[in-house]
């Protein structure tokens, strides 16, 4: 199997991509993060992991513990990932949005054009 990262990365991207088209970043950081924090729980670990467990139970149980702390949206992912079986790449995913939310806001500046040493500027002056 695919290493957890490899596979989060693409869900991370499109939230990634959702948040910023809806200017809500800290909303959907804030989400991702809760989320994360439940399915790393090691009883929910546990429960994500057993295969008796049917996809309606597990997502039945991790909404009740979200409780009304997801908006719409983050439901949707919820059942998303349930449905394809991804749960608990949860912290992975988080972790990607936390590395492409902190990489927009490392702001790239160009550097000066470098003066001409000493040696540079008698050669262009000859």
Do not use: C
């Amino acid at each position: 199997m695919a290493e957890a990262i490899t596979i989060a990365r693409p869900y991370a991207v499109a939230v990634y991509r959702l948040a910023k088209e809806k200017n809500a970043l800290a909303d959907w950081s804030h989400t991702l993060n809760l989320a994360a924090a439940i399915a790393a729980d090691e009883q929910m670990r546990a429960f994500i992991d057993n295969p008796k467990v049917v996809a309606a139970d597990l997502e039945s149980v991790f909404l009740s513990i979200a409780g009304d702390k997801l908006n719409d949206a983050g439901q949707n992912l919820i059942k998303l990932l349930v449905e394809y079986g991804r749960l608990a790449i949860l912290p992975e995913i988080a972790a990607a949005f936390e590395e492409l939310k902190h990489r927009t806001k490392v702001s790239w500046k160009p550097r000066s054009p470098r003066q001409p040493n000493l040696a540079m500027q008698m050669l262009l002056l000859s």
